[in-house]
Every structure is written in C-alpha cells, then in structure tokens.
C-alpha cells in the first residue's frame, strides 16, 4: 500500500487549541455527554476514548457543531463557538463513513469543500493535487470513488478534510471500517500526517490499542463523564479509577485494606501481608476503608515455588495459554485469589503445567491503589 508521502510535503497547517469548559448535552432528560471539561492543544492529538455510548461521539459532535452544548462553553483558540455552524467553524470532520459521493470523481470529492467556499478556480485543481498526494492518491484523480478500495476511500475523506486546511481536524472511528491488519497499518500513518501537519487532532475511539499508540493526550469517558485524562503511559500506569484499570489493558484486582494512608505512601493488608504502596492521585484514604489493587499480568513474575526474593505469594497454576511470544498463566494463590500473570514464552522450553506449584512475584512499584467504586 502506498504510504502517505509526507517527505516531499513543506505544508504546515496553522492550528489552534480546543477547550472545553463545564460541557452537557442532553438528549430529553439523559445527560449524554457531563460536565466534561478537557483542553486539546495545538497541534497535539487527543483521543476520545471509551465504550459504546459514554459520550465520546457526541462530544466531537459538540465541538464539530453538530450539537450546540446546553451547558458549558466551547473554544477554538480565543473564539467562542457553542453557536457557530459547522461550515463557519475552522474545523473539518472525517466520519466513521467516509460520507464520499459515489457519483463524483475522486477529485471532484476533495474539491467539493472548496467550490461550497468559493475557492478560486484557478487554486482548486493545485490545492486538490497537493491533497491527494499528501495521502498517496496522486494518481486516482480520475477515479470513481466507488471503484475504490476501504483504504483509499479512507484517504480521499482525509484528502477533503485536509484540502481546506483547517485548524482543527475532527476524526470520528476512521478505522472502523478497516480489517486488523489494515488498520494498524493506517493508525500510524494518521500519526505520521497528523505529525507533518502540525495540526490539531480529536480522535474518537473505542479502541484502548489505537488510543495509546496514536495519542499525545487521552481523555477517558464513561457515562457522559470523564474518567480520566493524561498522556497515554500515564493512563495506562497509573489509573485513577477500577473502570479505567479495566478498560485499558488487562488487571488483576485484589481486595484490600487500608491500614495507614498519608500524602507519601499507603499501607495496605492484602494476600495475608502488609504492602507499602504509593497512594492514588486525588484520592484521600482512611485507615480501615476497602481499596483495590491492580496488578497487571505483565508485573507479575512466575517462579519456582519456594523462591524467596522480593515479595511473592505461594500458589497452583490452574491454567495455561500459549499465546506466541507470551504464555499466559491463571493462577490460584494458597490464599484462594485467583490472578493471571503473562510471562514470556519460553524458547526450546515446555511452558508450566497445570497444578505446578509456583510463586509469583510482586513488582511492588507497579502495583496501584484505585477506590473501589
């Protein structure tokens, strides 16, 4: 497949930060979309990330224009734009869709924004070449968007987006419609181009994978709220709340009790011992309240039972999956939790058995303290 020819490009688009303060959007008496309050900064791309119907849609929606907010505010760079339509926003928009007029040429689909403006004449067909070859379509100009393949309908959406040259590029899905293997390919190439062009990008997805991998910047929905937000390996390192160590990547949780709790550290009683741990952000914890753990399988390390560095718990393997570079491991401590520890695939090694008993190893900095609500 043909990679988006960014080498060859010296366009830079101007860009503008997108804030959102306080914003709601109420469908009858539901609140879709919560007080949702986050900033996406110039030229940096921010995912909307979460599960079906948390908001993520409607909140692009919102700053698209689609929706006006019934409460909040709305900014592109220091304009206000809660009432302002689509067409009169410096904004473009690429849907889960791709919206292409099949009866229209490839070059008639990424011109149309531009005559719908009143772009001269005499600039269109450049401006549209340069697009096209920004996504590597230089040469399907002619094309019938129909006889198009995913992909490359995928980049003519791009191309349209991209000819009028917003400040803000709105992505709703665009994968979606992509095979695995295709998609993995794209998400970098959107990377790339978003890099390139130096513009502002608000990507929705449900997809943790391409969340972490695409993005400066992740905002975490749930029910119309945010659950929390920050740069990806922080998310994915430090979750403030079950829901987000659940839905990014894979965790164990384990039931605890807060024993000491100070601005520093918490001490916890769980698995039939004390562990110090550093406390969560936000969160104020008495002594004696209910907490969860998270373990990530990938912290955990599988030994041979009677091991005795660092710290580390007794128990049976209960079940095994081979999963190519990864051996995925159940196991049931002598205490009766049963957690899953993912270790590498051993090379010229059977992997453990069923009911071998083992030891698992904490990597105490890694474990992370949520609420249990």
């Known amino acids: 497949m043909t990679p988006f020819i960014m080498a060859t490009s010296t366009l830079r688009l101007d860009s503008q930060p997108v804030a959102l303060q306080g914003v ?90 531009l005559r719908a403006t009143r ?15 920004l996504v590597g379509l230089g040469g399907f100009a002619g094309r019938s968007s129909g006889q198009l393949s995913g992909g490359q309908q995928q980049r003519v ?23 695995a293997k295709l998609r993995v390919h794209m998400r970098s190439e959107i990377r790339t181009l978003q890099q390139d062009l130096g513009i502002t990008t608000i990507y929705v997805t449900h997809d943790q994978e391409e969340a972490m991998s695409l993005s400066d910047h992740v905002v975490v929905m ?22 987000v160590a659940d839905f990014i990547g894979t965790s164990n949780f384990v039931e605890a009790t807060v024993e000491s709790a100070d601005a520093y550290v918490v001490r916890v009683a769980a698995l039939g011992t004390t562990l110090v741990l550093a406390p969560p952000a936000g969160a104020t914890l008495r002594s004696g309240e209910g907490v969860l753990l998270v373990l990530r399988p990938e912290h955990l390390h599988l030994e041979d039972a009677g091991a005795r560095d660092g710290v580390g718990f007794a128990g049976k393997i209960a079940s ?10 159940d196991v049931l401590l002598d205490g009766g939790a049963a957690i899953t520890v993912a270790s590498p695939a051993p090379v010229g090694a059977a992997l453990r058995r069923v009911h071998d008993p083992v030891r698992v190893r904490l990597e105490v900095d890694r474990v992370f303290v949520v609420p249990t609500t």
């Open 157 to 179: 959406a791009f191309a349209r987006a991209l000819v009028t040259r917003p400040e803000v590029l709105l992505l709703d899905e665009p994968l979606s419609n992509l095979d």
């Open 24 to 113: 709601t959007k109420l469908f009858g008496n539901t609140a879709a979309v919560d007080d949702v309050t986050f900033e996406a900064a110039a030229g940096m791309l921010t995912t909307l990330l979460g599960p079906s119907g948390c908001g993520k849609t409607t909140t692009l929606r919102m700053i698209g224009g689609f929706y006006e907010p019934d409460a909040g505010t709305i900014h592109i760079g220091t304009k206000f734009v809660n009432t302002v339509p689509p067409h009169a926003r410096s904004t473009r928009t690429v849907f889960q869709s791709y919206a292409l007029f099949p009866h229209m040429t490839v070059f008639e689909n990424v011109a149309f924004g």
């Open 119 to 133: 772009v001269p004449r005499g600039d269109i067909t450049g401006r549209v070449r340069e697009a096209l070859d």
């Open 222 to 243: 749930h029910d119309g709220h945010i659950e929390q937000q920050g740069p990806p390996h922080d998310i994915y390192e430090r979750p403030a709340t079950r829901f």
């Open 320 to 329: 095994v999956s081979y999963l190519g570079a990864v051996a995925s491991y």
